[in-house]
């Protein structure tokens, strides 16, 4: 089979998007050495996620032709030119979208949707950027000929939001980075504290600091958890919301016990998971919540927010809480601290439910998707021969 993937997010994001379009990319490349994977980007890139897909014999990237459309424009229409030209048996969006002709382009095509966030918390988008996803994800979901969604909770947005038929849509879990199961050794762990200046204990919470993450809840609940412990915050800031939390922990005064990392590297962020006591992950509204498979992998307990699909990501043994409530947030931290027993153990349940998340079963269903949809969309275009 020779399979085309829209390679820009593999090719220039660091995370995200990017992660899990590495890791699909990997992870059909490596359970099915016998299929070409044609990976189409606008441009070349240095980064340095790329060294396992880069390894692959089966991988082959394709960029656009020295005449012709280029960047945006390529990724939009002229994609399409070049998987006829290449024979493809079938085109991956994996990032919510797909080229706009793609419905003439004669190839079958799936299309990963990770969230629709833009529809269920407008207020966290610019309009323009609101119209701009709901018309170009919106048109993808229509012209796809199968939908991957990475959670229950997607797939049934995608079906109430933009009207399509629920068999239309395969939810597929996505995996987080094998480096993740790889447990560090005490004297790593101590080595690496030392070196990011972390305290000696601390809750974690990665991602962007931003209103839907939510990081607030974590920092009003600060000050009723015992003094010894502490707040680290792994993320970007986006649009200067870091500014309104650090007034936030002024106001409760926890400034002192919180520590922002920005730009950690990847291969330590395994480390700075499994040196946490806890990891919480209270977002308001996700497609799916890598960070706490990230957590469930290192072998941490997790607290996350009811109201998306963070229950599908944590599984029955982490805990929920209302995300508006920090009283909610501060029990269940107490919880975790006060039973160490427990806290091992939800450690233990968490990483044997990450099992289910492991790149090669992703690649299996993902491979299982890509032989049913070829094989409709050619029932589709030939003769019934018994009519």
């Known amino acids: 089979m020779r399979i085309g993937y829209d390679g820009k997010r593999a090719v220039n994001n660091m995370t995200g998007l990017g992660n899990y379009s590495r890791l699909v990319i990997e992870g059909i490349a490596e359970e099915f050495p016998g299929d070409t994977l044609l990976l189409y980007t606008p441009g070349q890139s240095d980064n340095p996620r790329l060294e396992k897909i880069m390894s692959f014999p089966n991988i082959e990237f394709r960029y656009p032709a020295p005449q012709g459309l280029k960047g945006s ?3 939009t229409y002229g994609i399409t030119n070049h998987l006829r030209a290449d024979k493809v048996d079938i085109f991956h969006g994996l990032s919510n979208e797909l080229p706009l002709n793609i419905s003439s382009s004669g190839v079958p095509s799936v299309v ?7 529809r269920r918390l407008p207020e966290c988008y610019k309009r323009i950027d609101r119209m701009i996803y709901d018309f170009k994800y919106g048109r993808s979901c229509r012209n796809a000929d199968h939908i991957i969604a990475v959670s229950q909770r997607t797939k049934d947005d995608v079906v109430e939001l933009y009207g399509v038929d629920p068999d239309k849509v395969t939810v597929v879990y996505q995996g987080c980075d094998p480096q993740f199961r790889i447990q560090w050794s005490a004297e790593e762990l101590r080595a690496l504290k030392k070196r990011l200046d972390l305290p000696e204990r601390y809750i974690l919470q990665v991602g962007t600091i931003e209103k839907r993450k939510n990081l607030e809840v974590t920092v009003r609940a600060l000050s009723n958890i015992s ?5 680290v915050v792994v993320g970007k800031d986006n649009n200067g919301y870091k500014q309104y939390i650090e007034r936030l922990a002024a106001r409760n005064g926890v400034t002192s016990r919180i520590k922002f990392i920005e ?3 990847f291969k330590d962020l395994p480390g700075v998971n499994q040196a946490a006591e806890i990891v919480v992950y209270p977002s308001r509204y996700e497609g799916f919540g890598i960070p706490i498979l990230e957590a469930l992998e290192s072998s941490r307990p997790v607290i996350a927010a009811t109201g998306s699909c963070l229950e599908e990501a944590g599984g ?3 805990l ?3 995300p508006e409530n920090p009283v909610e947030m501060v029990q269940a931290v107490h919880s975790i601290l006060s039973d160490p027993a427990a806290a091992r153990m939800m ?6 439910y990450a099992r289910k998340f492991h790149g090669e079963a992703m690649a299996a269903k993902i491979m299982e998707v890509y032989e049913n949809t070829i094989e409709n969309f050619k029932s589709k275009i030939l003769p019934n021969k018994n009519c």
């Open 316 to 318: 029955s043994d982490s």
């Open 263 to 265: 730009g950690l590297p």
């Open 73 to 75: 424009l390529w990724r």
């Open 320 to 322: 929920y809480i209302d």
């Open 347 to 352: 450690g233990e349940a968490g990483k044997e």
């Open 227 to 231: 003094p010894d412990m502490n707040l």
């Open 112 to 118: 990963t949707m990770h969230d629709v966030i833009y």
